[in-house]
């Protein structure tokens, strides 16, 4: 009878993979590299998955984030000051699906094409990849053996952990480190260069200040200094407002910053851990409600389940964070006049509170291309 | 296989009034990503206006190999198995013909991005006397390369304007991106046993190196409009668009 291997972590002993009338399938290329290097060598699926299977899982993955918050019908449950908030975890929804899907897809094609009557898999495994490991082999009645893991990795929503660079004693760091912990330290660091400018800008006679004012979001000094130089000379007050890396974060950076008219706008930290579980709650409510179930099939088989968790811990992680932007950032726009955006991107969590906001007030946003199509 | 170029895509909708692209080819791919031709903007890339006009040619030294991680979060492909023991044999390829030719090699890893093949093991491996940089300024790093190798990355197109040949190990046959094979601006390396041939094409055979330069040209004209002028047309741009409003 033939017993098929579900690897998505490195198991603890490999000889049982030698037995007989076993097949093996490592669902990650961490684990197939391992494999090999123990030679080891898992079936090839490579002719199983088809350039058809590939279009769907990359479409699923956009069309899912787009649809699930257009319920018409519940859609004050998404609506904070007038922004339907699902469009604001588009983009990092997209990206967590994808790898998810195109797991279902492979791991519908492996039983497909080997019908197996016995599954071994980690059953200890609760990630999203082990959960739907475990719901298409009871659909299928496939028997469900177990078998040890290394460790279980827990794959993260996208964007959970932030890679960026520290200048320290003239030489550059990159540091990943967890979203929560990534803004703690932004924002230190930020204060040292924040010092280090206004000092710098003691110096330095200020322009004059002109009628009209230009928002410019996530622009980097080093990368576009020739058309901020020139955007700075024309009749226009510069705002910047930067989320990830810092406007001035080293160097190089600062040097610059004294050849433009620059103002930073700083947005205040201060989440609000009522209003945003109150807004769970209703996100929570809006999921449970809806009836439209085809969003959350693939291929005919309810998902549903397993893709409103994830759109739950997305929401549930992102939530106070958005509204702490939406809330700032509005708060500004009272005393703050701003005539233009000017931004890099329009699909990310920080810009789109920005520009959805400003939408409200009619002010035309300006999306750059930044990088090859 | 049907062309991936055919199944290009914006990751999510377009939330800005206005969309400024870099050229025609921009241009047409937003509007096959359902993006309305009102919205988009020709306006040429502002960011490189400084490699058009200020970047010094210098000696041209080594050959700098660009390493990157593949466009698996975009498309589904890149996240199989086979496809990446793929890459690794297509990268391993290019690191073995490095090692038979003598010239010097400069690794330059994107700042960021974590690769699926590590580039430093197999540098160790064939090329363990080659610097390997992560943050060093990539202008500065291609102005004196005499041939880059790179992955699809926008490297290529940087390297374009500073007229330098480029060799491209391609993860599929197609351009994937920008049409730079299309428009022969590029050398590409199809199959890992063809890596050597083409390198040293790139590097010593003239009448190669002559239609790169013709392919190179062309790309600009096509791909990249007002070369070296884009910042000032972006401005222009924008304030007519806010007098109209």
């Known amino acids: ?373 | 296989m049907e062309k991936y170029s055919n199944h290009r895509k914006f990751l999510s909708q377009l939330i800005a009034d206005k969309f400024f692209v870099y050229g025609n080819y921009s241009k047409k791919h937003s509007i096959c990503d359902g993006i309305p031709e009102e919205q988009l903007v020709i306006s040429g890339c502002g960011r490189y206006d400084i490699l058009f006009n200020d970047i010094e040619k210098t000696e041209e030294k080594y050959i700098l190999l660009l390493s990157t991680r593949m466009p698996k979060s975009k498309f589904s492909y890149f996240l199989s198995n086979s496809v990446i023991l793929e890459w690794e044999k297509m990268l391993t390829s290019v690191f073995v013909a490095l090692e038979e030719l003598n010239e010097d090699v400069i690794i330059k890893r994107h700042p960021t991005a974590i690769e699926d093949i590590d580039s430093q093991v197999l540098a160790k491996k064939f090329l363990p006397d080659v610097k390997i940089y992560k943050n060093k300024n990539t202008y500065n790093l291609l102005s004196k390369a005499k041939l880059i190798i790179s992955p699809n990355s926008s490297v290529i197109t940087e390297a374009i304007i500073l007229d330098k040949p480029v060799v491209i190990p391609r993860y599929i046959n197609d351009d994937f991106g920008p049409p730079y094979a299309a428009t022969n601006s590029v050398l590409t390396i199809d199959k890992p046993e063809d890596a050597l041939s083409v390198i040293k094409k790139a590097l010593y055979d003239d009448k190669v190196k002559a239609q790169l330069k013709i392919g190179r040209e062309q790309f600009i004209k096509e791909n990249l409009e007002y070369g070296g002028k884009a910042t000032e047309k972006t401005l222009e741009l924008i304030k007519d668009i806010l007098k109209s409003d």
């Open chain 1, 1 to 373: 009878m033939v017993k098929i291997f579900f690897l998505d972590n490195i198991p603890k002993n490999i000889e049982i993979l030698e037995q007989k009338n076993s097949k093996i399938f490592p669902l990650n290329f961490k684990v197939e590299k391992y494999l090999r290097d123990k030679k080891i060598i898992p079936e090839d699926t490579s002719k199983w998955l088809n350039w058809d299977d590939f279009i769907f899982i990359d479409k699923t993955s956009m069309d899912i984030p787009k649809k699930w918050g257009l319920m018409k019908h519940l859609e004050k449950n998404l609506n904070f000051r007038g922004i339907n908030l699902s469009l604001l975890i588009e983009k990092e929804l997209s990206l967590s699906l994808l790898p998810l899907i195109h797991k279902i897809i492979l791991i519908e094609k492996i039983i497909e094409n080997t019908n197996p009557k016995i599954a071994v898999i980690d059953k200890n495994d609760n990630t999203y990849s082990g959960k739907i490991l475990k719901k298409i082999l009871k659909r299928n009645n496939i028997k469900i053996e177990h078998i040890d893991v290394k460790k279980t990795t827990k794959q993260d929503i996208y964007f959970e952990k932030v890679t960026f660079g520290l200048e320290f004693l003239g030489k550059t760091y990159d540091i990943t480190l967890k979203r929560k912990h990534f803004f703690i330290l932004k924002n230190i660091y930020e204060k040292y260069w924040d010092i280090k400018f206004k000092i710098n800008h003691l110096k330095i006679q200020q322009k004059k200040k002109y009628n009209k004012t230009i928002l410019l979001i996530d622009f980097q000094l080093i990368n576009y200094y020739s058309f901020l130089k020139d955007l700075s000379n024309t009749n226009y007050n510069l705002i910047f407002l930067n989320s990830r890396r810092p406007i001035i974060w080293n160097q190089e950076s600062l040097k610059i910053s004294k050849n433009l008219n620059l103002i930073k706008m700083q947005l205040e930290n201060e989440k609000d851990e009522k209003e945003s579980k109150k807004k769970i709650m209703d996100i929570k409510k809006y999921l449970d409600e809806i009836q439209e179930k085809s969003i959350f099939y693939l291929k005919q088989h309810n998902y549903s389940d397993i893709l409103k968790s994830i759109i739950l811990e997305l929401v549930e992680k992102r939530i106070s964070e958005i509204m702490m932007i939406i809330n700032s950032f509005e708060k500004k726009l009272k005393t703050q006049n701003i005539d233009a955006v000017v931004t890099l991107d329009d699909s990310q969590l920080f810009e789109r509170s920005i520009i959805l906001s400003c939408k409200k007030k009619n002010i035309p946003i300006f999306l750059i291309q930044n990088g090859d199509m």
